[in-house]
């Protein structure tokens, strides 16, 4: 038994089938960040009364600074697909749904480099 309209199997439009690979990608990004967030946090809270010699130092750890791109990565990329989700429900210009999309990935693109620029910078600083 099919749930499509009789005209719609014989045009043979259905899904695009684009929607679930956006939606895994959503759920991995979102499951990286736990750990990723969790690790961030206990990290920052075991360097509270740290200088910023004591910082750059922590920094200068690959593993430190490997985590650190990760979780910049995972977070930029996990809201601009949060965000591009909000966009196509709720704008219905299609034009300022396009300019918004395009508006927020760049946004997001070119936070995440200045993120992973500054680790760069602070692990080879040390």
Do not use: N
């Not at 709720?90 to 936070?111: F, T």
């Amino acid at each position: 038994m099919s749930l499509r309209s009789p005209i719609g199997l014989v045009r043979g439009l259905g899904s695009a089938k684009e929607g679930v690979s956006h939606w895994w990608s959503q759920r991995l990004t979102a499951i990286a960040l736990v750990p990723l967030t969790l690790w961030f946090a206990a990290a920052i809270a075991g360097h509270v009364d740290a200088d910023h010699a004591a910082m750059t130092a922590w920094m200068s750890s690959p593993i430190t600074a490997a985590l650190f791109i990760l979780l910049i990565v995972a977070t930029f990329y996990h809201a601009y697909l949060g965000l591009q989700v909000v966009i196509e429900d709720y704008v219905h210009s299609e034009g300022l749904k396009i300019a918004s999309v395009i508006l927020i990935k760049g946004a997001c693109i070119v936070l995440a480099l200045i993120g992973v620029l500054s680790v760069l910078t602070l692990l080879f600083e040390g």
